[in-house]
């Protein structure tokens, strides 16, 4: 904690005094709402904070180091890694489209919701097209890590600088792999009625947890399949630093036999309309496969992470 707050500030010495009053903010709920899983254009959304693409290569490689210090490392697709496949997505998508303007690893923000500090509340806050980061620090301590959006179009992997990328397929793969362990009848019971276009949670939806669980209970599953359940769960929580990620995962892990998972679609998750959800005591894990509207005949991922008791911090 000691180190992203000495990155942040670290970012802050490189800016300008009206960059430093762009990306600054008091912390407010309503801006920590202002997330989305689409690009910044036009009339929507309306994000807080400084563009990637509006820093200089100084300014941004301290931007890096920051979001890198609150992430995994040196994992491939995953954590910060993970971060940079997805910018380097949006650049392939820009490019291919010739929609650079509206794709682009340029279009992100970042923003700092309260002063950075060890004692005072306030969130770090990046997002732009298919992604969103949202830590609350309160004391000195990570408070809540969601809601987090991951997606990337395409889905096939990218490589940029001779690096190649694929962000989301090892958490395409984890829920394949979770619902093909499933027996025919705990597939029955697992299976939704109702044929999802997209997550139920996304950007908009704070607070609408449906009421009842659905689907299959993990407690009934053998310890081999609650550990693929687990899994899948770990791909989202381990992007985190590992201090981070490790509390959030207990609290997940003494939940887990209490979670519910559901499906419909495939069970592939490659297809249009393949869907599913991880539904714990306090996690709350979607992935829906969508149609692309830019690269036809194409199926990419929209996922999102919340958790029932501290998204936002609670606030």
Same mark, same amino acid.
């Given at each position: 904690?000691?180190?992203?707050?000495?990155?942040?500030?670290?970012?802050?010495?490189?800016?300008?005094?009206?960059?430093?009053?762009?990306?600054?903010?008091?912390?407010?709920?309503?801006?920590?709402?202002?997330?989305?899983?689409?690009?910044?254009?036009?009339?929507?959304?309306?994000?807080?904070?400084?563009? #990637? $693409? +509006? /820093? *200089?290569?100084?300014?941004?490689?301290? &931007?890096?180091?920051?979001?890198?210090?609150?992430?995994?490392?040196?994992?491939?697709?995953?954590?910060?890694?993970?971060?940079?496949?997805?910018?380097?997505?949006?650049?392939?998508?820009?490019?291919?489209?010739?929609?650079?303007?509206?794709?682009?690893?340029?279009?992100?923000?970042?923003?700092?919701?309260?002063?950075?500090?060890?004692?005072?509340?306030?969130?770090?806050?990046?997002?732009?097209?298919?992604?969103?980061?949202?830590?609350?620090?309160?004391?000195?301590?990570?408070?809540?890590?969601?809601?987090?959006?991951?997606?990337?179009?395409?889905?096939?992997?990218?490589?940029?600088?001779?690096?190649?990328?694929?962000?989301?397929?090892?958490?395409?793969?984890?829920?394949?792999?979770? #619902? $093909? +362990? /499933? *027996?025919?009848?705990?597939?029955?019971? &697992?299976?939704?009625?109702?044929?999802?276009?997209?997550?139920?949670?996304?950007?908009?939806?704070?607070?609408?947890?449906?009421?009842?669980?659905?689907?299959?209970?993990?407690?009934?599953?053998?310890?081999?399949?609650?550990?693929?359940?687990?899994?899948?769960?770990?791909?989202?929580?381990?992007?985190?630093?590992?201090?981070?990620?490790?509390?959030?995962?207990?609290?997940?892990?003494?939940?887990?036999?209490?979670?519910?998972?559901?499906?419909?679609?495939?069970?592939?998750?490659?297809?249009?309309?393949?869907?599913?959800?991880?539904?714990?005591?306090?996690?709350?894990?979607?992935?829906?496969?969508?149609?692309?509207?830019?690269?036809?005949?194409?199926?990419?991922?929209?996922?999102?992470?919340?958790?029932?008791?501290?998204?936002?911090?609670?606030?």
């Amino acid at each position: 904690m000691e180190r992203v707050v000495c990155l942040a500030e670290a970012f802050k010495a490189t800016l300008s005094a009206s960059q430093i009053a762009t990306v600054q903010r008091s912390y407010s709920k309503t801006d920590a709402m202002k997330w989305s899983n689409f690009p910044e254009f036009a009339a929507r959304p309306r994000r807080v904070g400084i563009s #990637l $693409g +509006s /820093l *200089n290569a100084t300014q941004l490689k301290a &931007a890096k180091n920051l979001m890198a210090a609150a992430m995994a490392q040196n994992v491939p697709n995953e954590g910060f890694d993970e971060l940079e496949g997805n910018l380097a997505a949006d650049d392939y998508l820009g490019t291919t489209t010739g929609k650079t303007g509206t794709f682009s690893s340029g279009n992100y923000f970042l923003a700092f919701l309260g002063t950075p500090s060890l004692s005072g509340l306030w969130e770090l806050q990046f997002g732009g097209h298919h992604y969103a980061f949202a830590n609350t620090y309160n004391g000195g301590k990570a408070i809540g890590v969601t809601p987090s959006f991951r997606g990337v179009e395409p889905i096939a992997s990218v490589t940029i600088n001779s690096h190649t990328y694929q962000p989301i397929e090892q958490e395409r793969q984890a829920f394949a792999d979770m #619902l $093909g +362990s /499933l *027996n025919s009848n705990e597939q029955a019971t &697992a299976r939704l009625s109702a044929t999802f276009r997209d997550v139920l949670l996304g950007p908009g939806a704070d607070g609408q947890f449906p009421a009842t669980k659905q689907g299959l209970k993990v407690g009934e599953l053998s310890a081999a399949k609650q550990k693929l359940v687990l899994n899948a769960i770990k791909l989202y929580v381990n992007d985190l630093d590992p201090i981070t990620a490790a509390a959030v995962l207990a609290t997940y892990t003494d939940g887990l036999v209490d979670t519910y998972i559901a499906y419909s679609g495939s069970g592939t998750m490659n297809q249009q309309s393949d869907y599913v959800r991880i539904d714990g005591p306090r996690v709350w894990i979607e992935y829906s496969g969508q149609p692309s509207r830019d690269i036809p005949g194409t199926v990419h991922p929209h996922s999102v992470w919340r958790d029932r008791t501290s998204d936002y911090g609670g606030n």
